[in-house]
T-cell receptor
Framework: AQKVTQAQTEISVVEKEDVTLDCVYE???????LFWYKQPPSGELVFLIR??????QNEISGRYSWNFQKSTSSFNFTITASQVVDSAVYFC????????????FGQGTTLQVKP | NAGVTQTPKFQVLKTGQSMTLQCAQD?????MSWYRQDPGMGLRLIHY???????DQGEVPNGYNVSRSTTEDFPLRLLSAAPSQTSVYFCASSLTGLGSYNEQFFGPGTRLTVL
């Protein structure tokens, strides 16, 4: 079975704090893709990053970084020096090579960054 | 380039009414899909299409119909609305679908309430 678990339902931090959003996935496929999406209060879904199962390199993009570890089936997302504009719901998603092409989403983590 | 567009943005229906949610993309994407988002459940796939004339069921297809007569359009029809279909509906598209590394682009969503 394929599954994505985001155990943190809600996180609240004060501006400039670092915060890590956890994502754990389950799949038996050897080829798969992992994604993070952001859903700000306006409601749209914004693509942040993708990773394929053969690329375990961590990635940094400005204040955002992602840590992919196949050994623990995790794809965690860290925001450094958080800002109020980072307040949103963040979704981790899994797409495997042999299925319908669908994204399997986690339940989402609501991040609130207070000024 | 408008990306993925959805209409209407908001809709209120009475139980038993039917309606069509519209989705269009102008990126010449082969793959299109419909998701519903419910609190605490992430997004779940309703139907998807890998190209014009080809559609298939996702995880939660009951009560919904789709067709794909053109590459650009992928309407979602509610046959007889029920309160359980109260949700936010997202249409998404990507260059290709099956086994694809490509990220999905999401429309702005339609918030549907069934009374």
């Amino acid at each position: 079975a394929q599954k994505v678990t985001q155990a943190q339902t809600e996180i609240s931090v004060v501006e400039k704090e670092d915060v890590t959003l956890d994502c754990v996935y389950e799949t038996r496929d050897t080829t798969y893709y992992l994604f993070w999406y952001k859903q700000p209060p306006s409601g749209e879904l914004v693509f942040l990053i993708r990773r394929n199962s053969f690329d375990e390199q961590n990635e940094i993009s400005g204040r955002y970084s992602w840590n992919f570890q196949k050994s623990t089936s995790s794809f965690n997302f860290t925001i450094t020096a958080s800002q109020v504009v980072d307040s949103a719901v963040y979704f981790c998603a899994l797409r495997t090579s042999g299925n319908t092409g669908k994204l399997i989403f986690g339940q989402g983590t609501t991040l609130q960054v207070k000024p | 380039n408008a990306g993925v567009t959805q209409t209407p943005k908001f809709q209120v229906l009475k139980t038993g009414q039917s309606m069509t949610l519209q989705c269009a993309q102008d990126m010449n994407h082969e793959y299109m899909s419909w998701y519903r988002q419910d609190p605490g459940m992430g997004l779940r796939l309703i139907h998807y299409s890998v190209g014009a004339g080809i559609t298939d069921q996702g995880e939660v297809p009951n009560g919904y119909n789709v067709s794909r007569s053109t590459t650009e359009d992928f309407p979602l029809r509610l046959l007889s609305a029920a309160p359980s279909q109260t949700s936010v509906y997202f249409c998404a598209s990507s260059l290709t679908g099956l086994g694809s590394y490509n990220e999905q682009f999401f429309g702005p969503g339609t918030r549907l309430t069934v009374l």
